[in-house]
Every structure is written in C-alpha cells, then in structure tokens.
C-alpha cells in the first residue's frame, strides 16, 4: 500500500513539474514584465529543473533509509 502511496504522489510531482515546464515556455512576459527570450526562458527551466532535482534526490535518500531500516526490522524479527 505505501508503494502505491508513493507513486501517486510521484504522478503528482511529475504533473505539477511538466505544468510549469509549459507554462514557463509559453509566457511572453514574466512577473516583472521582461520580454522572455529563448535564453530567458532556459535558464527559468533549468533553475526549475535543479528545484525538481533537488526534491526527487531528498525523496529517493528518504526512501532508500526507510527501506534499509524496515529491512532491518524484518532481519530482527526473523532472529527472535
């Protein structure tokens, strides 16, 4: 269950990620109404692309120590 947990909120953090990846290639202006030129509008993606990074590296060194403690706890079991 916690499996299935995880990839929807994956499926959700990948949907919010692509929405905003159009989103910003497709604005003309930004926020303080600078024409967006294709250099302009990279580096937004790539300043948005290292966020997403950044947020799946924490999540995958989360799970990786959740799973090798819920392996751990197994390994005790067992051993009682």
Do not use: P
């Not at 995880?6 to 930004?30: C, E, M, Y």
């Not at 090798?68 to 009682?80: A, G, H, L, V």
């Amino acid at each position: 269950m916690r499996n299935k947990k995880w990839r929807v909120i994956q499926g959700i953090q990948l949907l919010i990620f692509l929405l905003v990846s159009i989103f910003l290639f497709t604005r003309n202006v930004d926020g303080h109404g600078a024409i967006q030129t294709i250099e302009s509008k990279t580096i937004s993606f790539l300043v948005w692309l290292a966020f997403y990074a950044l947020i799946l590296i924490i999540e995958s060194v989360i799970c990786f120590f959740k799973g090798k403690n819920k392996k751990e706890d197994n390994d005790e079991e067992e051993n009682n």
